[in-house]
């Protein structure tokens, strides 16, 4: 079985549950990308790329936050939520300026530009998404957004330059995905895996 772990931010959290199931050390070694461990294939992708992996079934499962797989409309089994990695997906905005909320039209800038789209589509609101890959909060900031669409954790990057979350959008956190294929095919290896995962993730 082929399991897709993410770099980045959730990876240690991630990466400390397979060390409590193998009771042994547990990581990519330097530069390494496949790691075969009791019977198991590792890959060490990025965050937004696992889901494309078991999608497309080159890994049968994989970790990811809620939010990718959501922004992605991965076409993936949800089997489990690990609690992990979590944050909200919201809507920010200028410190006590509420002017987006009359304009006939507003200017959105986001990572997550499917999820900003649909949330103010939704809601009857025309908005113009700008696809931005990082330092979102910068855009309301310098003119190129009424507000933004992204990630609150601790809520401190808005609060550093001078922004306030205005409305939650979704919740997030990581998830454990299969490929709908190898969820046939594999199901009971997948499950057993699953059981092992919730023994030791205290769930
Ligand atoms: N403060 C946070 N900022 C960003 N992501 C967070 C935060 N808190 C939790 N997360 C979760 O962690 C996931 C991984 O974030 P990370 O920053 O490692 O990757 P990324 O920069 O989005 O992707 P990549 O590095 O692969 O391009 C996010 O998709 C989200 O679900
Ligand atoms: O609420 P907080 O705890 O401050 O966390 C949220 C911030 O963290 C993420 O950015 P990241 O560090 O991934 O940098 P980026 O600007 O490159 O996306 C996210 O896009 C927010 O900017």
């Known amino acids: 079985m082929t399991i897709a772990l993410p770099k980045g931010r959730i990876a240690e959290d991630v990466l400390a549950i ?4 193998f009771n042994e050390d547990f990581e990519f070694e330097s530069r390494k990308l496949i790691l075969k461990k009791a019977g198991f294939t590792f890959l060490n ?3 937004w790329d696992v889901a494309t992996y078991v999608e497309k079934q080159a890994a049968d499962i994989g970790v990811v936050g809620y939010d990718v797989i959501t922004e992605l409309r ?5 089997l489990m939520d690990l609690g992990l990695g979590k944050c909200r997906v919201s809507v920010g905005g200028i410190k006590g300026d509420d002017s987006y909320k009359n304009k006939s039209e507003i200017v959105v800038a986001s990572k997550l530009a499917n ?3 649909d949330y103010f589509s939704k809601q009857g609101i025309p908005a113009e998404v700008i696809k931005l890959n990082g330092s979102i909060e910068l855009a309301p900031l310098v003119g190129l957004s009424d507000v933004i669409v992204d990630i609150v954790e601790t809520g401190s990057t808005l609060r550093e330059n001078g922004l306030e979350e205005k409305e939650v959008i979704m919740h ?4 454990i995905i299969a490929n709908k294929n190898s969820f046939l095919t594999r199901k009971k290896e997948i499950l057993s895996l699953i059981e092992k995962i919730k023994e030791v993730n205290g769930a």
């Open 18 to 21: 397979f060390k409590k199931i």
């Open 45 to 47: 992708v990025r965050n």
């Open 172 to 175: 997030s956190s990581a998830r």
């Open 115 to 117: 999820i900003a789209k």
């Open 74 to 78: 991965s076409d993936v089994l949800e």
